[in-house]
């Protein structure tokens, strides 16, 4: 089995459902959807794989390391610094399954961009990705209901709105029946 960890959320309950409600409330959103009334939220961890990596180039001598997460459906990435705190899986974490492959040449694409755009030779990067992992990230999920139901994920360390990742909510609810 390949190692597991998750990220502590730093996003309360209050502070998540204050952000729907703040999105809900839109006056644009308010004429496409309705009225919008947030029902029910929970905190859920979603998988991502994770790599460590190592990048070197000419303009950084001793390289740098980090990690670069994947979420398993969409493949939306997640660059952290090597240090990132971590924490050994837990059996409290709610987590959901994992769906989808790996991908290290997304995750190398992902590294290789976020480094082009600093480093202009692009046969100047040096990118060594290790063995996968899996890395689970916290995010609140509100239940919404109106003229029909849906859901508004609520990234739990940034707090930040995270429609991109909306659709592997659905996926994965869906096949959870």
């Not at 990690?67 to 837990?90: C, F, G, N, Q, R």
């Not at 992902?110 to 990230?137: N, Q, V």
């Amino acid at each position: 089995m390949k190692s597991e960890f998750y990220i502590r959320p730093v996003i309360e309950r209050k502070e998540a459902v204050k952000r729907i409600n703040e999105h809900t409330s839109n006056k644009i959103l308010k004429l496409f959807k309705g009225r919008q009334k947030l029902v029910s939220i929970e905190q859920i961890y979603l998988p991502y794989w994770c790599y460590d990596y190592t990048l070197k180039t000419p303009s950084l001598k001793d390289g740098i390391q980090g990690k670069v997460a994947l979420e398993t459906i969409t493949k939306t990435p997640a660059i952290l610094p090597s240090d990132y705190p971590l924490l050994p899986m837990d059996a409290d974490v709610k987590t959901l399954p994992i769906i989808g492959d790996e991908d290290q040449e997304a995750a190398k694409k992902a590294i290789y961009w976020e480094a082009f755009r600093k480093e202009k030779r692009k046969k100047s990067i040096d990118l060594t990705l290790h063995s996968p992992w899996i890395l689970y990230m916290p995010y609140w999920i509100g239940y919404l209901e109106a003229k029909g139901y849906e859901i508004l994920p609520v990234d739990a360390v940034s707090g930040n709105l995270d429609l991109t990742i909306k659709e592997s909510f659905l996926k994965i609810f869906s096949e959870a029946g």
